[in-house]
């Protein structure tokens, strides 16, 4: 199981980026999938989810109206897209994958990418 993430980097306030996870060796159709992050001395947060089986999206109330998750499950992919990107918005960004296979509750986690805004 991999889960890639790829996107991040250095952008000023204001700016946009798109975040990528591509996700290989598990049914990624049939898996929740989601975005977290985590800045310097604090707590891993979620940013924004998107359930496998049509369910509503939900999102950080932080980032409401500036980011939207979306997926292909054809290419295995899930994305982040980040539009007004704020200084607060620094922290690594990870992908996550949740699903049930044989009886058995998946938790998957990528290493994440760097996202820092500044000026």
């Known amino acids: 199981v991999q889960l890639v993430e790829s996107g991040g980097g250095l952008v000023q306030p204001g700016g946009s980026l798109r975040l990528s996870c591509a996700a290989s060796?598990?049914?990624?159709?049939?898996?929740?999938m989601s975005w977290y992050r985590q800045a310097p001395g604090k707590e891993r947060e979620l940013v924004a989810a998107?359930?496998?089986?049509?369910?509503?999206?939900n999102y950080l109330e932080s980032v409401k109206g500036r980011f939207t998750i979306s997926r292909d499950n054809a290419k295995n992919t899930v994305y982040l897209q980040m539009n007004s990107l704020k200084p607060e918005d620094t922290a690594v960004y990870l992908c996550?994958?949740?699903?049930?296979?044989?009886?058995?509750?998946?938790?998957?986690w990528g290493q994440g990418t760097q996202v820092t805004v500044s000026s």
């Open positions: 996550n994958a949740v699903g049930w296979r044989w009886g058995t509750l998946n938790d998957y």
């Open positions: 060796g598990f049914t990624f159709s049939s898996y929740d």
């Open positions: 998107n359930p496998s089986a049509g369910g509503s999206t």
